[in-house]
């Protein structure tokens, strides 16, 4: 049960799906990120050119890596915000498939990886003039009720996403929380957002959309 929305936000059926690959072999042989992407170094660092110089090498090498890859999911709920929106590897990862127009899909504050995901060079929003939802502020938990049931209660959720993307997304773009309507994604290429967890099978919908139709705009 979601408190601020009084309902599930996910179904049965979608449960039994999600028990089942866990049950599978498919999830298996996860690939560890800080065996694919470097860490990039402290500008403290002693010899920081040099370790900057082979940072970007071994970037541009697992960069290569993901040229089997057609497009890049990330998902939603309340975990991303612990291990994944301020997460530099992750972040590289995105910029990968981002630098090569390949399409990137997000959801719930997954959506928030997108907003921090920059080039060190202008530091700027990936997601600057575009189009995104994500989880609005109508849908954060209030203190005392997120993250319970897990090994550590945050209480509410530490950012408002929905300040930061409007923010990430001026001057041209803009965020769309669609608060009241029951399904929020939007599709502005390369980027495919959905607003919470209840929106992921619209989400994943629309990515296939992207991939086999060339779907580049949906949801504004």
Same mark, same amino acid.
């Given at each position: 049960?979601?408190?601020?929305?009084?309902r599930?936000?996910?179904?049965? #059926?979608?449960?039994?799906?999600?028990?089942? @690959?866990?049950?599978?072999?498919?999830?298996?042989?996860? @690939?560890?990120?800080s065996?694919?992407?470097?860490e990039?170094?402290?500008?403290?660092?002693?010899?920081?050119?040099?370790e900057?110089e082979?940072?970007y090498?071994?970037r541009? #090498?697992a960069?290569?890596?993901?040229e089997?890859?057609?497009a890049i999911v990330?998902?939603?709920?309340?975990?991303? @915000?612990v291990?994944?929106?301020n997460n530099q590897? %992750?972040h590289?990862?995105?910029?990968?498939f981002?630098?090569t127009?390949?399409? %990137?899909?997000a959801e719930?504050?997954?959506v928030?990886?997108?907003a921090?995901?920059r080039?060190m060079e202008?530091r700027k929003?990936?997601?600057?003039?575009k189009h995104?939802?994500?989880?609005?502020?109508e849908y954060?938990?209030?203190?005392?009720t997120?993250?319970?049931?897990?090994?550590?209660?945050?209480?509410?959720?530490?950012?408002?996403?929905e300040?930061i993307?409007?923010?990430a997304?001026?001057?041209?773009?803009?965020y769309?929380?669609?608060?009241?309507?029951?399904?929020?994604v939007?599709v502005d290429?390369p980027? @495919?957002t959905g607003?919470?967890t209840a929106?992921?099978?619209?989400t994943?919908?629309?990515l296939?959309?992207v991939l086999?139709?060339?779907?580049k705009?949906?949801?504004?």
């Amino acid at each position: 049960m979601d408190p601020p929305l009084g309902r599930p936000v996910t179904t049965k #059926e979608m449960a039994d799906k999600v028990k089942a @690959i866990e049950a599978s072999g498919r999830l298996a042989k996860p @690939i560890n990120l800080s065996s694919l992407f470097p860490e990039r170094p402290y500008f403290s660092a002693n010899m920081l050119v040099r370790e900057l110089e082979s940072y970007y090498n071994k970037r541009d #090498e697992a960069w290569k890596s993901l040229e089997q890859y057609d497009a890049i999911v990330l998902v939603g709920g309340s975990g991303p @915000i612990v291990d994944m929106v301020n997460n530099q590897r %992750v972040h590289d990862l995105i910029l990968g498939f981002y630098k090569t127009g390949k399409p %990137v899909a997000a959801e719930c504050y997954g959506v928030a990886c997108l907003a921090f995901a920059r080039d060190m060079e202008d530091r700027k929003s990936i997601i600057k003039n575009k189009h995104v939802t994500g989880h609005c502020l109508e849908y954060d938990y209030k203190d005392g009720t997120g993250f319970l049931g897990t090994d550590f209660n945050m209480g509410p959720p530490p950012y408002p996403l929905e300040y930061i993307l409007r923010d990430a997304t001026a001057p041209e773009g803009a965020y769309h929380g669609n608060f009241g309507k029951e399904i929020s994604v939007i599709v502005d290429y390369p980027f @495919i957002t959905g607003r919470s967890t209840a929106d992921s099978v619209r989400t994943g919908e629309k990515l296939i959309e992207v991939l086999q139709n060339g779907l580049k705009r949906y949801g504004w």
